[in-house]
């Protein structure tokens, strides 16, 4: 039951991903206020715009792995579809576990919710990665290069987020910074592949 | 008046039933409580995010079948694609139905518009499979593949959605289960599946 | 400055459909009624159902005929994709007019508002048609089935929606069964066709 | 790190770009009150029209002005994907900066922020064809087309955008008019390309 037919599976996945990652916009509300008090309300919305700039970053990060892995692979099959869909599932959670951290920022509860949604959704993308390898659907010559993603060491950027949860108990602000942080280490490394080339 | 362009006939589906599947994430909405009440807000989106995962794993499992069936075919006619936009009107729907189906669990009412929003999507994809193989739409090699989806026993999944129908008069809960139940005897026969590849 | 590459400007044109045509669901709210009044409250909505069901036949008709345009296309250039920007400025604008048309059922002036965006619509679609025959931007082979279509004959829909404004004062409901008549109209010239086939 | 498969890169481009212009008709709220006041309702509602055509038009411009810097790239390396990914972000902010200067049409502060959203979208687009330039992204046979924009002339639309910014301050209308401008620039130039093809 194999695949070639990459094209569509791929298209349905960006076509979800475009759609998730631009409702983001719709947790900045335009204020409700007479035009004197504009000045005052746009200030408060600096932190809807921060939240709605980290969610954006992390799920177009979310979805550059994603590409990654799919240029790689030589063949599909249900089970790696299912896996895909279980990772769109939690990436159209996002737009959701971000309004309701915006809306509670002080929150530890709201924070955790946020950094499971994005934590289970980078350990089904580890899975997913994983499983490509075990069962051959991965082109030889892209092997070794998916390989090092597939150990434990892959785990990183996952584990960061999972446990993001527990932090989040101690400081909401603490795993925010913890989301930063993996935006700020996955862009410098790829600024070096870039020099490299 | 046949047609070999499938690529924008199966974009555009693709990109209707990926706006749709992302549509259902706004039926969950961030709790307007203090912040101390935040905890037993979440636990009160329990179901409905019970109901997201359930109509976004329907939903996913309608673009599986869909993405297997238009993989088969060599040709196209407008019937075909009015039959196409017959079972998107009924997918687009689906977001309003789980909606109202998750605001009014315990209505009989509610749970008989959403089986019959999934029986008629399905019953609309099984005139579509019947359809292609008397038009002689499908590739000669996957005629035998496509032949036992079009016989009554094809119908099994239609039925059990338009059966829930009824069923939901008697018990809304047995007709929730009915639909989970066809996502778990979608899913485990796909696995076999692919074991045996 | 012609352009060969339709794959992106179709792409595109698509993705804006899709979204505009899954947005008309949203007109569909769920009711906000005690559970024992649900009953009455979907009988309410029949009205609003039919809306969607009719403004999803006609951008799903607009969709098929942008379709057939750009199958037989060789070229593109700048003024084109203006025309064809400005087709989907009006198709954007549906799920507004539908809305509009929907809670204003029996105000002249809404009816008015939707079958100007059809009219519209229609007719930035036949100078879209005429324009590409005039500067020679269709197949040759495709020029004899094109041409019929840019004759005042083939404004024959553009007209039928222009004059449902008009017709929209005199009564909302006679606007309402011209834009069914088209849907009406197209599906069974789609039919004869497949037939010939 | 190069990469030829443009195709994935630019469709997700194509689809947040197509849900951000599509989600431009959300600012079109249709009128809460009797029918007898609807002609009234819609009259005020023209602004808010205009506001979405020159939006619609602006957004549309920057799908074109993007579409003509990809079509002329041989690769792509992660920091285009970064900026590509910035671009995206303010181009997702404009259906928000839209509806603020919608509502607060006389604020200059509201004319600002969309004045700064439009100009530092097209500065990083202005930045990304400059980087690709600089990075040999850009075939060969289109350096000489591409090389212009990339001066500080090919900054003209740039500038344009980010000087509404302090003209708002003194006229919000008058960086209204700034705005409309770069479309009335842009079209007919489009056009005269045509003419000389």
């Not at 499971?116 to 899975?127: D, S, Y």
């Not at 069962?135 to 446990?163: K, M, Q, W």
């Not at 108990?169 to 942080?181: D, E, G, I, Q, V």
Request: charged residues 15%.
């Amino acid at each position: 039951m194999e695949r070639t037919d990459f094209g569509r599976i791929v298209a349905f996945t960006d076509g979800v991903m475009a759609v998730a990652i631009t409702l983001l916009v719709l947790n900045l509300e335009v204020p409700n206020v007479p035009g004197n008090e504009l000045n005052d309300a746009l200030v408060d919305l600096i932190p809807s715009l921060i939240a709605y700039l980290l969610a954006f970053a992390l799920v177009g990060r979310f979805w550059v792995i994603h590409h990654r892995l799919f240029e790689t692979l030589r063949a599909f099959d249900s089970r790696l579809m299912t896996l895909n869909l279980a990772f769109l599932t939690l990436i159209v959670l996002v737009p959701f576990s971000t309004a309701l951290f915006d809306k509670f920022t002080d929150e530890p509860l709201a924070a955790a919710v946020l950094g499971a949604t994005l934590g289970l959704a980078a350990l089904t993308h580890w899975l997913a990665v994983v499983y490509t390898l075990r069962r051959g659907l991965v082109h030889d010559h892209h092997r070794s290069a998916n390989e090092p993603l597939a150990s434990p060491v892959g785990l990183g950027f996952t584990l960061l987020f999972l446990l993001s949860v527990p932090v989040a108990f101690l400081s909401p602000t603490a795993a925010s910074l913890m989301w930063a942080a993996t935006i700020l280490l996955h862009y410098p490394l790829g600024r070096m592949g870039a020099r490299e080339s």
